[in-house]
């Protein structure tokens, strides 16, 4: 008997994962999930937990690498309209977790509604920039949260406030729970202001940092009163290459790949950084891109 028995919303079998991440490298999956609402999540959620399959959430792909070989578990996709929606309320918005982040950014712009323009460029989902608490210099997603919901590990439901989060520099304090939905409170303000303002820090972006190469977006996250960017390149690792990977001769905490690249050639690369700049340096870089 099948672990997702009575499930009743689309599931696939051997999928292929590459083209749905950033690198478009990686092998497939051995089931991939489309639950339909929160409440068809939590009755997977359940059964998975019950039958002990490992199991990974799939938003933009944008800081993902799947390992050659592939992902031997359930990778659920919150591609749903429950899921994507957006539903604004004057200040407010409420949105889905498996909504693309830009999407909001600009739809927010378009209202003049100000706090999420300093999120120009960064590729992810709703769910995926609040685990992560995505931002930069700009400012953070966390920073206009009001509450979420989530579906946890086992398939219980909750709703949270921003302080019950736990939002931190690239990270969050609820694991592996997953994001079905997030209110947000903003500022109203002038449209062409904000749209000024979100299309200055994305050219700005797009300056400095490989924007639209295959990449998973930072590979390191940068150590208390360092940049890792900086340590990579005094290392002299800018251009280093490894098989079809590289690091980015724009911005040396991206690895990007080849059309011909596989994922290991980004693993060994990664490696390679993170000896070279212990070696240099006596930091111990950790690793801001997931790897399945």
């Known amino acids: 008997m099948s672990w997702w028995r009575g499930w009743r919303d689309r599931i696939e079998t051997d999928a292929p994962l590459g083209a749905r991440t950033w690198y478009r490298i990686g092998g497939r999956a051995k089931w991939l999930a489309h639950p339909s609402d929160a409440e068809s999540l939590s009755r997977l959620m359940s059964a998975v937990a019950a039958e002990g399959v490992p199991w990974r959430v799939l938003g933009r792909g944008a800081n993902v690498l799947v390992r050659d070989e592939g992902f031997d578990g359930v990778v659920i996709v919150l591609d749903a309209p429950a899921f994507t929606k957006m539903t604004f309320e004057d200040v407010s918005v409420c949105v889905g977790g498996g909504a693309d982040l830009m999407k909001l950014c600009k739809a927010c712009c378009d209202r003049g509604l100000s706090g999420l323009e300093g999120l120009a460029a960064i590729p992810a989902s709703v769910g995926g920039a609040v685990r992560m608490n995505a931002g930069g210099r700009y400012g953070e997603f966390g920073d206009r949260v009001r509450s979420i919901s989530v579906v946890e ?140």
């Not at 979100?198 to 360092?226: D, H, I, M």
């Not at 990977?245 to 390679?272: C, K, T």
């Open 153 to 292: 590990t086992g398939g219980a439901l909750r709703d949270l406030s921003r302080e019950d989060v736990g939002f931190g520099y690239r990270t969050w304090g609820l694991g592996r729970a997953i994001v079905t939905e997030v209110v947000m409170d903003l500022v109203r303000d002038d449209p062409v202001r904000v749209r000024g303002r979100f299309k200055e820090y994305w050219r700005l972006k797009r300056a400095t940092q490989p924007v639209g190469e295959r990449s998973a977006g930072c590979v390191f996250k940068n150590p208390p009163g360092a940049s890792a960017g900086r340590m990579i390149d005094e290392a002299g690792l800018k251009g280093e290459r490894c098989g079809g990977a590289q690091v980015s001769p724009r911005h040396a905490n991206f690895i990007v790949a080849s059309a011909d690249a596989r994922a290991s050639d980004v693993l060994a690369l990664a490696q390679r950084v993170r000896d070279r700049v212990r070696e240099r340096f006596g930091v111990e870089l950790e690793q801001e891109m997931e790897v399945w």
